[in-house]
């Protein structure tokens, strides 16, 4: 478990034995009301301080006229102030020995010098004593275990919450709150609630690593719009993970600004939003792109443990509603094994008008004795195991007298499995439908949306998710950046990348000379810190055969880059044996300004730009994280063999992609950016063609 000071010290922020409304108001109604109308309401036990110097009484407690005159400490402050008395209300909540403030006032710290020096000052306060400062901008907190209510969400307003087991941290007080009205009117219960806000001090990690100790919580839901440091994300997710509880992630806005600052083609290939998916899956979360797909996740999530597998069980009364949902299987990844012939055999019997495959068909003949309906299931579940159950009841919920034969047969069924989750789509009343979430179905009223709940909430690679974080090998750390590709090669082929053999040469006769030492067929490449992509510029020449056409092809080539790059500043050429043919792949590493360093594999060479192939991981990487990663990029079809052809090195490959991203991590000081592109990979090793390294400030 990955715990730490930070989470441990959010226990006054989730769980405070006092609090103090610093701005309270006697109106319920108002944002320093509603967190004492709220407490009230949910019967917290602690003891509730109203801070207001010009009130005799607040909804009928004792206010305080300042925190500085306090009967007695507090554990836990809400500010509701006008921004620009924020500052100094926190400043006196440290100087009372407060353990945990937040801040639900907006306009506090968000833009120009003026902000930038508050947000320091607030950070300040947070990170000097034993203080947690949530907000500023914050929704607020609640807590159902210790009936703790320190927010002023209007959604509880109309949608007050029932505990249960699911926690929310969201940066977004109204999107989290939205998102919490939706789920509570679908049954599910709640643990914890926070809204981060602008973040001054804690942020959605630290509340998804709290979140990730806390007894009361078994699933975890989180809504982003940023992050300030994705590692540090990437730890509490993993945190969560390493104690079993499922994250389900909302993560808003599809920005490629994280790729504006690497000129490679990684980087190109990396942006911001699919970094953010890598780290997601990679450390076991699942991400929901839609508002409507999160809450569904949520309902299957609280209503069982996630699903083991990606195998599942549909029964349902119509082969319509069969085939529907057998292609919103296939859509979503997910597998209906078919059930065993002995469990076939009995189902025929019970319904000898049905389908005894996956989907299994009951078909309407079974109306007259619905009990035979969960005794179908029940024979297909035996057969072999499921990982999740969707049953499709159509009416039979509306029917009484339909609804009594299967009522208890189903409630059954569901308790002899209670580690699978079990999908109910009905239409129903409401106490039908009460019924069935009591006996722990999650319901729904459209199969493929059931189906793609179970697909979120399941496993999506039986690799178990890993991030590394080890420290950097000073060993393989570059003595100084690169000025142009001859250096970076040189620099890299010291530190173990393997290419072929070659020569920087500055003039024909070199190249000549060269070309002679090393034997036809030769390339050609032009040498200039000023042009990324050579093919572009005109400065790459393959297959050269001989001497003469050597010398023709210097002088054209010293034509072109002039023609096209005429600002290039030009240093020779590197001439380099040329390679037998293999498949090209594309290796590199880019500092990305949230996660740090991402690395990058995929399609190489020409494909790069038209397949848009590229897996992405935090680096460094394993070499067998980066054989999982070619294998599951579209270019490893190719590697693993296609029509005939043999199978590449891959563990050669994989060698070469885990040693650049090594020297990258222990390079970050002076490289942005390393690639290799492509690298030719061949049956018996690999070597790398094209090297790029993107200097941090200038070179020389």
Not at 301 to 308: G, Q
Not at 316 to 339: F, K, M, Q, R, Y
Not at 476 to 496: S, V
Request: aromatic share 4%; with cysteine; charged share 20%.
């Amino acid at each position: 478990m990955l715990t730490s000071e930070r989470t441990l010290s959010l226990s006054s922020l989730f769980e405070p034995a006092s609090v103090a409304v610093i701005g309270a108001s006697s109106d319920p109604n108002k944002i320093g009301g509603r967190p004492i109308a709220f407490l009230k309401r949910a019967g917290y036990a602690g003891r509730i301080v109203p801070v207001n110097p010009g009130a005799a009484e607040v909804q009928g407690l004792r206010p305080a006229a300042s925190m500085a005159v306090l009967d007695a400490p507090v554990e836990h402050a809400i500010v509701a102030l006008p921004g620009h008395q924020v500052l100094a209300a926190v400043q006196a909540c440290a100087r009372a020995g407060v353990r945990a403030v937040q801040v639900f006032s907006s306009g506090v710290a968000e833009s120009g010098a003026a902000g930038d020096a508050e947000r320091a000052a607030l950070r300040s306060l947070a990170r000097s004593g034993e203080l947690r400062l949530l907000g500023p901008n914050s929704l607020g907190v609640f807590s159902t275990p210790s009936c703790f209510f320190g927010t002023f969400a209007t959604a509880l307003d109309g949608a007050w919450p029932r505990p249960g087991p699911v926690g929310v941290a969201s940066q977004s007080g109204a999107f989290g709150s939205y998102f919490f009205a939706l789920a509570q009117a679908r049954g599910v219960g709640f643990s914890r609630f926070v809204a981060t806000g602008n973040e001054v001090d804690v942020d959605v990690a630290d509340c998804i690593e709290y979140l990730a100790t806390d007894p009361s919580t078994r699933v975890i839901v989180t809504a982003l719009e940023g992050c300030r440091d994705g590692r540090r994300l990437a730890r509490a997710l993993l945190a969560a993970h390493a104690a079993g509880k499922p994250v389900l992630a909302m993560k808003v806005g599809r920005s490629a600004g994280g790729a504006a600052a690497a000129a490679t083609h990684t980087g190109a290939l990396s942006s911001e939003d699919r970094v953010f998916d890598a780290v997601l899956r990679d450390t076991g979360a699942r991400r929901a792109h839609t508002l409507e797909a999160l809450v569904d996740a949520a309902v299957l999530a609280s209503s069982s443990p996630p699903p083991p597998s990606r195998d599942v069980l549909v029964v349902t009364t119509s082969g319509g509603i069969g085939v529907l949902s057998a292609d919103a299987a296939d859509e979503h990844a997910l597998a209906l094994p078919p059930i065993g012939d002995r469990a076939a055999h009995e189902i025929a019997a019970l319904a000898p008008l049905g389908s005894g495959r996956n989907p299994v068909d009951t078909s309407a003949g079974i109306i007259g004795d619905l009990a035979r309906y969960a005794a179908i299931a029940g024979h297909a579940l035996a057969s072999r195991p499921y990982g999740a159950v969707l049953c499709f009841l159509a009416h039979i919920g509306r029917n009484p007298a339909h609804w009594a034969q299967l009522r208890g047969p189903l409630g059954a069924l569901r308790a002899r499995h209670p580690s699978l989750p079990f999908a109910a789509v009905l239409t129903a009343p409401a106490d039908v439908v009460v019924e069935l979430e009591a006996h722990g179905f999650a319901v729904f009223d459209d199969p493929s949306r059931a189906l793609a709940a179970i697909a979120l909430n399941a496993p999506r690679h039986t690799r178990a998710p890993r991030i590394a974080f080890d420290a950097p090998d000073p060993a393989l750390a570059m003595k100084r950046a690169p000025r142009d590709e001859a250096e970076a090669r040189a620099a890299l082929a010291a530190l173990g990348i393997r290419f072929p053999e070659e020569s920087h040469v500055h003039d024909a006769d070199e190249a000549l000379r060269a070309a002679g030492r090393l034997g036809y067929p030769v390339v050609l490449k032009v040498v200039s810190p000023d042009i990324t992509h050579k093919t572009e510029a005109g400065g790459v020449a393959l297959g050269i055969p001989d001497a003469s056409t050597l010398n023709r092809e210097i002088a054209d080539m010293n034509e072109r880059v002039a023609r096209r790059a005429p600002k290039a500043r030009r240093q020779g050429f590197i001439v380099s044996r040329h390679l037998a043919a293999g498949v090209e792949v594309r290796a590199g590493v880019h500092l990305d300004p949230v996660f740090g360093l991402v690395a990058s594999v995929g399609a190489g060479g020409v494909l790069t730009e038209w397949l848009d192939d590229s897996v992405i991981r935090l680096a460094p990487v394993s070499t067998e994280e980066a054989r999982a990663m070619l294998t599951e990029a579209r270019v490893g079809a190719l590697l693993g063999g296609f029509r005939g052809s043999p199978p590449c090195d891959l563990d050669a490959l994989a060698q070469q992609v885990s040693r650049l991203t090594a020297i990258a991590a222990a390079s970050s000081e002076r490289v942005r950016a390393l690639e290799l592109n492509p690298v030719i990979a061949r049956p018996e090793g690999c070597e790398a063609v094209d090297a790029l390294a993107e200097p941090i400030g200038d070179p020389t």
